[in-house]
């Protein structure tokens, strides 16, 4: 039989130092010359990373910092090749253009009801005036964009700390929220993008209501993923439970059994908090009565009162 010997090339050569030729004005982008395939990675005089790139075959790179530096910083551009060889580092400045940096969000804050909110990136709210809070350089001006377009403006305060909530409310749908810093010097860039989803569409009344014989579960369909209470006539939570993707819930069990005909109302919440108006159901009455108590009959042998289950009717 005949047998294949595999090949491999040994490298254990350390790269050149990358060549830096030039930053950008608004300290996002570093370019450059450096090994073929060789990594590039950018870090700050904390040793915090800025960025990464791959030179192409040419040996050119071009890396995106994050965030920008534009006040002359100190940076570092270290190099490692395919075969993880590190070759020496390159000192070298980020612009000094004084252009302010990309700002940075925060926080974004559902105001709407008792407890305030911090939203998550996509996240579906009813606030349409969401507070939003970040950094920027001191003084700077930051323009706040919804998809694109200038919504307002605010100003870091001398810690670099601003806030913005907005004047107009926010449309239904999926809205980017953007933003860029200006001082004298020049605006930045602009930021990642921050998507909020803005539902205050109340869900429907839930539908083919259903208590169970042994009182227990309360069954129907609402608006997928709403989250559905039954409360009992006084408004006391008995049970709660979640609509699959296709609409069907199953509340159980619930904290007392219902058997007795007693009146249920049930409602729908969205991902969003807004609340659907209720639908009423009646229990299953499986429950015999009671044998009446307190009985009395009058002088004349007329009259018998005395107790019994609510409704229900009392023969002599």
Known sequence: STTTSPTFTVDRTPPVAAVIDNVSLDGTTVTGTAEAGAIVTVTDGNNIQLGTATADNNGNFILT??????????????????????????????????????????????DVGLTPELLSNGQVTDDTTPTLSGTAEAGSRVDIFVNGILSGSTTANGSGIWTFTPSSP????????????????????????????????????????????????????????SMITVTDGNGVV???GTADSNGAFDVNP????QTNGEALLVSATDAAGNKGPNTGVLAQDTTDPGAPTNLAVNDEGTVVTGNAEPGSTVTV
């Open 170 to 225: 926010l449309a239904e749908g999926s809205q980017e929220l953007t933003f860029k810093a200006s001082n004298i010097y020049g605006t930045s860039g602009t930021s990642a993008g921050f998507t909020v989803d803005i539902d205050t569409t109340p869900p429907a009344a839930p539908t083919d209501l259903q208590v169970s014989v042994d009182g227990l579960h309360v069954t129907g369909t609402a608006e997928a993923g």
């Open 238 to 240: 008995l049970g709660t």
């Open 254 to 257: 619930l904290t007392t059994a």
């Open 65 to 110: 910092l994050d965030p920008a530096k534009t006040h002359a910083e100190a940076l570092t551009a270290h190099i490692e090749d395919q075969a993880g060889n590190v070759g020496p580092d390159t000192s070298f400045e980020a612009s000094n253009s004084q252009v302010p940096s990309v700002p940075v969000l925060d926080t974004v804050t559902d």
